[in-house]
């Protein structure tokens, strides 16, 4: 194993898209941001410097960091915010994964152009579990907006509406061909034909699931979220916001241009986004002027396709890589997550009313002292640990909004707490209040297998009853499905407090987030190491 330095210069940089220019947050100026490399078992250090007017944090999505939560990053849950003119350096070390991940700001909106691919390589001389490639190469989903992210969410919080969508996906950043301001291409995928190349795809967008798919081309699925999966072959992927997906592609053909396209994924009946971006699979040898061979993205609305992919998900579950799902279980969780409208007098566009978010019906309050600071120094005031483990309220969704829940929401910063090395059995249920909506929810410091999934009310006698306990998918990020429920499990065996949150960042701003907090255990290695001397103060 070896240290890894890495420097991270957030910076303002103009950058053109869609024919117009702004000025955006980058690290080292680069949109989408650098690739931080490693190796399982190293250890990184990344000191991030801070030369724009906002506070800054950055995650290291997916990262277990075993006991090191004052580098997880998201800020005033593990850290305060690195201000103006200040620099932290991130220190973890990745034990035990290896895979693609991201790395994304985790303060305000400023995760739309700070993020970047995070991609852990096997051990020296450990081979992949599958064929190796001819090459890798990264494939990062984003959106980009005209106008500046911050002021887009801004003006969605002080009306109570919902932000404007994005004006464009993008992959590598660039739209592709867009129709009305066709000078700028897209990206471009060179391959030789015959060869194997391994895609490490990301989606870093803010609000939005995407499909994935390249004309002519079946994708092998080996890899989601860093843990290897029995190897399956699609025309489509489909990946939320936080996820990733490592797919084989095989250049079968002899020549030829092939469209790669991203294109939204939403089967909420309330939003429309038809927005693709487009890259294009190039064989050596081809002429610039050959047509590119196209290929019909699914429907916003394609729910089976979306289905038969995560149901074809399944844990690699080898000898060396085997599933260790719990099978007994100390909590037993129920969250629900929904949108729900609560008063808000100062909110004229919003006729008085605003949107709002939240988890078993409590919207979380942002803190302004970070809560592991809180927790391992005993400040207290700054988060209870009272957070309900079932939802308050019945509720009885049936495919529209449930006539008999009560969704109004309190507010608060509620911590639910686990003992160190607890089972934790967690279904979280959508609750269409205004509409169903998909919900990628993502846990920090865990892996958490994905036991099942199911549309309407999770029935508790039922459904556990058809849980995959053998060889479900293992992953940071759980799509609960529009009108639906998934149910995760996992082993609390990290202590710190840890962010749970649905990473449509619309939603998390809107306060679909809480927080776990695990004890210490009593061995030597269970605790939470000692903060670093520069960890920012807030
Ligand atoms: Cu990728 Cu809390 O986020």
Redesign the pocket.
């Known amino acids: 194993s070896r240290i890894r330095h890495y420097k991270f210069n957030v910076v303002l940089k103009n950058t053109t898209r869609l024919c117009s220019t702004k000025p955006i947050v980058t690290i080292n100026g680069r949109f989408p941001g650098p690739t931080l490399y490693a190796r399982e078992d190293d250890t990184v250090l990344v000191k991030v410097t801070n030369h724009v007017k906002y506070n800054v944090s950055v995650?290291w999505?997916g990262v277990r960091q075993l006991q090191t939560g004052w580098a997880d990053g998201?800020a005033y849950i593990t850290q305060c915010p690195i201000p103006p003119g200040q620099s932290y350096v991130y220190n973890f070390t990745i034990t035990g994964q290896r895979g693609t991940l991201l790395w994304?700001a985790?303060i305000l909106w400023l995760r739309a152009t700070v993020h970047g691919a995070l991609v852990i390589l096997p051990k020296r001389g450990v081979p992949y579990p599958f064929p190796a490639p001819h090459k890798e190469v990264n494939v990062i989903l984003a959106e980009w907006w005209k106008s500046d992210t911050e002021s887009v969410i801004n003006q969605a919080m002080s009306s109570g509406l919902a932000p404007n969508v994005s004006d464009a996906h993008t992959i590598n950043g660039h739209p592709g061909p867009v129709a009305n301001c066709s000078s700028q291409g897209g990206f471009t995928l060179p391959v030789e034909s015959g060869k194997t190349y391994l895609l490490r795809i990301i989606n870093a967008a803010l609000n939005e699931e995407l499909f994935f798919k390249i004309a002519g081309h079946k994708l092998t699925i080996v890899e989601v979220d860093a843990t290897y999966v029995k190897p399956f072959k699609t025309d489509t992927i489909v990946i939320a916001p936080?996820q990733t997906t490592n797919a084989l592609i095989t250049a079968n053909q002899k020549s030829g241009k092939y469209l790669v396209a991203a294109s939204p994924f939403m089967d909420s009946p309330i939003a429309v986004d038809n927005l693709t971006a487009t890259a294009t699979l190039h064989y050596s040898g081809t002429l610039a002027t050959t047509s590119t061979t196209l290929t019909n993205p699914p429907p916003q609305n394609a729910t089976q396709v979306a289905n038969n992919f995560i149901n074809s998900l399944k844990s690699l579950n080898s000898k060396k890589f085997p599933a260790k799902v719990p099978l007994k279980i100390d909590h037993n969780l129920l969250f629900t997550v929904g949108l729900g409208i609560n008063p808000c007098p100062t909110c004229k566009a919003g006729n008085g009313s605003r949107v709002v978010a939240s988890v078993n019906n409590v919207t979380f309050v942002m803190p302004t002292t970070a809560l592991l600071q809180a927790h391992v120094f005993n400040i207290s005031g700054v988060f209870t640990t009272d957070f309900p483990g079932n939802p308050p309220n019945t509720f009885n969704f049936s495919g529209g909004p449930p006539a008999n829940a009560s969704m109004a929401t309190t507010n608060g910063t509620k911590l639910y707490r686990l003992a160190y090395n607890s089972t934790v059995q967690l279904v979280l249920q959508d609750t269409g209040t205004i509409a169903p909506e998909n919900h990628p929810v993502?846990l920090?410091g865990y892996n958490f297998y994905s036991v099942g999934r199911g549309v309407g009310n999770y029935n508790p006698k039922k459904d556990p009853k058809k849980f995959n306990l053998v060889d479900p998918v293992e992953r940071n990020t759980v799509g609960v499905p529009s009108g639906g429920w998934a149910a995760i499990r996992f082993q609390a065996d990290n202590p710190g407090v840890w962010?749970l949150?649905c990473?449509l960042e619309v939603h998390t701003t809107w306060g679909l987030k809480m927080a776990f907090l695990v004890d210490n255990g009593k061995g030597p290695n269970e605790s939470v190491l000692p903060p670093p001397s520069d960890l920012p103060k807030c």
């Open positions: 995650h999505h998201p994304h985790h936080g993502h920090h962010f949150h990473h």
